[in-house]
């Protein structure tokens, strides 16, 4: 594999994958161990925050809002936190870059300020849906502005004199991002402020502000979640675990690659994250989660992985968001698998970093896949030979990698155009891989 100056990604088939690693830290519980020291009391101090460019983004958003944060090693900050009433007005726009995680739990955050805001990101994330999070953070009485009604970023924010209203939020989308802005909010509303989702998301907000001392509840129907108001937030030290998310990228190289065995060390196995353990053990994989033990709160084990004969299956319903970022990977799992693979109920792939459905039909039929779209899903072909080609990744970290993981199996060389975007969830990815097929 090598990595060219205009930013391609060159990946030939050949060697296994062995040996052991880590991945870095995950990006979910990067963003909010940042934001919510920064409205902790006291230093918070994260070890293996992941420094991806999402995650670095947040940083640099905290540190307009008056918030000091200092680097001690790579990987490692002290947040000094101000406390739930301590930011300071922005004296410029905020811009998250790509991430979407950064612009809707800040705007859930910024909600409660007495403060103007104004939040901005790339071309990506001025497409993507923010009524989502406007909506219900109106209903709780903040003033949002923006395009189409609040509908899509550049956003505003504007100070409240008030305290912000409590909600019961009953969500259409199973949405941690929604499910966190509301619940950031509810810090802000006298009272409990809940979320009910169709089915549940990663739960790592509520996790985390347990962590740092807020009152959690999750309700007896087991899909809503509750936050009271005005908690005494107090800074934690923690290590964020490995991202499963990232880790997924060479649980599906290694099962696919014949000969490989890869132990990852250290990765979150949230339960509502774990989708794709699941999902490839049912498709035939190899995988062994050992050691298992808590970090921060957070379940984390080492993970083997070893090459396996692969089947097609269905993918659907309440396991999708349990393994919404991996569907790209699994798809490209499913192309070497016998039999079809279909995935459904992933709508919401529609408006991700890209149009996942469409760039994943679109890219991998280039080499040569059997792959039909589906408004809301993909059916995947497998058994079928693919050939090396010319593949873009349209700015979307996680089809980059996916698209790099299945020019392991093509016949010839695959260059994925635009890899900057790497950096975004796993800086050091080609490294990682090369690494292990050395
Ligand atoms: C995330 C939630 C998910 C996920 C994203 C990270 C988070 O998005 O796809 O990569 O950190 O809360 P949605 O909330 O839009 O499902």
Not at 47 to 75: E, H, M, S
Not at 100 to 124: N, V
Not at 194 to 222: K, M, N, W, Y
Not at 354 to 376: F, N, Q, T, Y
Request: charged residues 25%.
């Amino acid at each position: 594999m090598t990595k060219t100056k205009d930013t391609s990604l060159r990946i030939r088939p050949g060697r296994p994958l062995r040996g052991e690693t880590e991945v870095p830290g995950d990006k979910s519980i990067s963003h909010r161990v940042a934001m919510f020291g920064a409205l902790a009391l006291g230093t918070t101090r994260i070890r293996r925050f992941l420094p991806g460019a999402d995650c670095l983004a947040t940083v640099a958003c905290l540190q307009k809002l008056g918030v000091g944060i200092t680097w001690v090693a790579p990987t490692e900050l002290l947040v000094y936190g101000r406390g739930l009433g301590g930011l300071q007005e922005p004296a410029e726009v905020l811009d998250v870059g790509n991430s979407g995680t950064t612009i809707r739990l800040l705007c859930g955050i910024l909600a409660g300020q007495r403060f103007f805001s104004a939040l901005t990101g790339d071309a990506s994330i001025r497409r993507r849906p923010m009524e989502r999070v406007t909506k219900p953070l109106r209903e709780m009485g903040a003033a949002i502005f923006g395009r189409e009604n609040a509908c899509r970023a550049p956003l505003a924010i504007c100070g409240q004199t008030g305290l912000l209203r409590p909600l019961h939020l009953v969500s259409q989308v199973a949405s941690a991002q929604v499910k966190s802005a509301v619940l950031l909010a509810g810090l802000f509303a006298e009272g409990w402020t809940r979320v009910t989702e169709p089915c549940i998301s990663r739960d790592h907000t509520e996790r985390l502000l347990a962590a740092f001392g807020a009152q959690v509840i999750r309700e007896d129907d087991g899909l809503t979640m509750a936050v009271a108001g005005f908690p005494e937030l107090r800074g934690v030290d923690l290590e964020v675990p490995g991202d499963i998310s990232a880790a997924a990228f060479l649980l599906v190289a290694a099962s696919l690659v014949s000969g490989s065995a890869v132990t990852i060390r250290g990765v979150g196995v949230n339960p509502t994250r774990d989708g794709v353990l699941v999902v490839l053990r049912e498709m035939g994989g190899d995988i062994r989660v050992e050691n298992r033990r808590e970090v921060a709160g957070e379940p984390v084990a080492d993970i083997t992985v070893k090459s396996a004969a692969l089947h097609g299956v269905m993918i659907q319903g309440d396991i999708i968001p349990r393994l919404i970022d991996e569907i790209p990977v699994l798809a490209v799992a499913a192309l070497f698998a016998r039999g079809t693979t279909e995935i459904r109920d992933a709508g919401e792939l529609r408006v991700k970093e890209s149009d996942r459905i469409a760039v994943l039909a679109g890219e991998l039929k280039k080499m040569g896949a059997l792959v039909e779209e589906l408004p809301d899903g993909l059916v995947v072909h497998g058994g079928e030979t693919l050939r090396g080609a010319m593949v873009e990744s349209h700015g979307d970290h996680r089809i980059a990698m996916a698209l790099a993981v299945a020019g392991l199996l093509a016949r010839g060389e695959t260059t994925v155009r635009d890899t900057s975007c790497l950096d975004v969830s796993f800086p050091g990815f080609a490294f990682t891989l090369e690494k292990l097929r050395r």
